[in-house]
């Protein structure tokens, strides 16, 4: 049977020990042979080769200090699995006991006042995190925010005068340019590997997102499990990226890892600081990337940039003047190639924010003057307060969108946003799932949901009824 490439999230999780053998390399060269024009051999010194390359060592010291190993805790659990069927032909419903689970994986600080960030994933659904620095010493730690859409989450401890890695600009970066990457692999702290950067805008898909973005830096730097959440960092010390995903055959690595760009990373982190949740823009397009085939079909001879196969109704693109057939080939100053680098421009903007679009048509440059908008077709700002948390359920809900109702043929419903330790986690449902009836009743609101809570006695189940955003309805089932 083929072995099947994974990508693999590179938080540690279950309290994994690493056990391995170690090798070395083979005996170190003193010089190496040349031959020149008279047959002769001649020896060159290694010095020679080593002065190229750059020096990483004051890098790699000053970034130590900056990045954290954090370990969460889910704990126990009693999981009552309801299941309408089930109950129907053998009866009562059942208790499942959950292990504990400790995971590993690392943070990056980014103020002096203790706001320290790393991958959604590796915080999600903890109910314990604990962070410790580069000297030791321990801390437990809040979460401030998350972001499913980016895989990033800031959370906060309780310490000042920490020392901060210094942002660099992922804009900048180019391709071969040195890079290292610090976390703590394995469980083994204050780990530094260097590589290059291989690649930029690459999209993995591997965020479980309708609305992710994947605009990942690549590169050759070694990245394990623990690794998550730590710093990718350039020659000069400067943040250029938040280590995040692998792909591998084993779940180690074996040649190429992943980063969220920083200029991406500062964007969402002011939305949490600033809003209490992160403002995503959008163009209103639906786009794709064409091959040679794919163009010569549609009659484009440039395969830069990317295809507009359709305008939604309303949308910034749509009021801007951009048609189905015109092709995106720059957002501001910034050109774009395909998907991943138009989702990384237009994800570091906020509803509201006025850009210029240049696209192609019919061979000729145009730039298009817009205004992007949210989900919801317009430019407000959502602000924490504007989403409800209910606590008894472990979930962060908003309305799902106008657009979202319409691709997915709904007159309402809830949208989970983020979930948290609750009931719905342990019943299986994840994030994205539209909440569109509880008990056959629509749920409009969050006061239509709490109603419904409200109404279920102590011993009596709760059977949500649902969709997820690729279209996959569901049914789930649990105690109150």
Not at 290 to 314: C, H, P, R
Request: aromatic letters at 6%; proline letters at 4%; zero cysteines.
């Amino acid at each position: 049977m083929k072995r099947i490439t994974q990508l693999v999230l590179t938080a540690m999780a279950g309290g994994l020990f690493a056990l391995g053998t170690f090798y070395y390399l083979g005996p170190k060269p003193a010089s190496e042979v040349r031959i020149v024009n008279n047959g002769q051999a001649q020896f060159a010194s290694n010095k020679a080769q080593s002065d190229v390359l750059p020096d990483l060592t004051t890098a790699a010291e000053q970034s130590l200090h900056g990045v954290v190993h954090i370990q969460t805790i889910q704990e126990n659990k009693q999981s009552y699995q309801y299941d309408p069927f089930r109950d129907l032909f053998y009866g009562r419903p059942y208790y499942q006991e959950a292990p504990q689970v400790i995971g590993q994986g690392s943070g990056v600080i980014v103020s002096g006042d203790g706001y320290i960030v790393t991958n959604n994933h590796v915080v999600d659904g903890a109910d314990q995190i604990m962070v410790t620095l580069n000297d030791k010493r321990s801390y437990q730690a809040e979460v401030v925010g998350t972001d499913p859409t980016t895989d990033l989450a800031l959370i906060k401890i309780p310490e000042k005068n920490l020392a901060p890695i210094p942002y660099g600009n992922s804009d900048r970066l180019r391709i071969g340019e040195w890079v290292l990457a610090v976390g703590n692999p394995f469980n083994l702290t204050s780990t530094v590997t260097a590589g290059i950067v291989s690649a930029k805008g690459r999209n993995i898909n591997i965020l479980a997102d309708q609305f992710a973005i994947e605009s990942f830096i690549q590169t050759d730097a070694a990245v394990n499990p623990g690794n998550s959440g730590g710093a990718l960092v350039d020659s000069y010390g400067n943040l250029v990226g938040i280590n995040t995903a692998i792909k591998s055959n084993t779940g180690s690595y074996a040649g190429y890892s992943f980063a969220v760009p920083v200029n991406i990373v500062k964007k969402v982190i002011d939305d949490i600081l600033n809003y209490g949740t992160v403002q995503r823009a959008f163009i209103g397009v639906n786009i794709k990337d064409m091959d040679a085939s794919e163009a010569e079909q549609l009659g484009v001879k440039d395969l830069t940039g990317v295809y507009v196969a359709g305008v939604m109704d309303g949308g910034a693109a749509m009021e801007a003047g951009i048609q189905q057939g015109d092709i995106i080939v720059q957002v501001g100053d910034m050109k774009v190639d395909n998907i991943p680098e138009l989702q990384e421009q237009v994800g570091r903007l906020r509803p509201g924010d006025k850009i210029d679009v240049t696209i192609k048509r019919n061979g000729q440059a145009k730039v298009m003057k817009m205004i992007l908008k949210n989900k919801e077709g317009n430019t407000r700002v959502i602000r924490k307060e504007d989403v409800s948390e209910v606590q008894v359920l472990g979930a962060v809900l908003i309305p799902a969108s106008s657009e979202e109702k319409n691709e997915l043929r709904i007159n309402n419903g809830l949208k989970i946003k983020e979930l948290k330790a609750g009931k719905l986690r342990n019943a299986g449902i994840r994030e994205g799932f539209i909440i569109t009836k509880i008990d056959h009743k629509d749920i409009k609101s969050t006061d239509d949901l709490q109603t419904a809570l409200r109404n279920k006695g102590s011993q009596e189940g709760v059977l949500i009824e649902g969709v997820y955003p690729n279209g996959l309805r569901a049914y789930y089932g649990f105690g109150i």
